[in-house]
């Protein structure tokens, strides 16, 4: 959705991140676009609702294969609404990128 465009992440976000090491204070949303479909190699979403949106601006096959959920066929969970969903879900997203790219190296 486009309700967060040019904004900041969570605060929240901010914060876990930045426990980890991380500073993703400068990063700002926006919407994934049909060229974004040519100019990356893969795009990792979070959750179907996601998946389907992006799938949705896919012309061929070829764009709709790069199209993937970060965990494979599990959706991270948003944790808006529960403070205490942040670091699991932290972590969640560490260990799926970790996956990829052990995978991508073989």
């Not at 605060?11 to 993703?24: C, E, F, H, M, T």
């Not at 100019?39 to 061929?60: G, P």
Request: with cysteine; glycine share 6%; hydrophobic share 35%.
């Amino acid at each position: 959705g486009n309700w967060h465009v040019g904004e900041p992440p969570d605060r929240r976000s901010v914060a876990i991140a930045k426990k980890y090491g991380l500073d993703i204070s400068g990063q700002r949303c926006r919407l994934i676009t049909e060229k974004d479909l040519d100019a990356f190699d893969r795009i990792y979403v979070m959750d179907r609702s996601n998946l389907n949106d992006v799938l949705s601006l896919a012309k061929n096959d070829g764009q709709r294969h790069k199209v993937r959920l970060l965990l494979g066929d599990e959706i991270v969970p948003d944790p808006y609404y529960d403070n205490s969903l942040f670091d699991p879900v932290y972590q969640m997203i560490e260990n799926g990128c970790k996956k990829i790219i052990e995978a991508e190296q073989c």
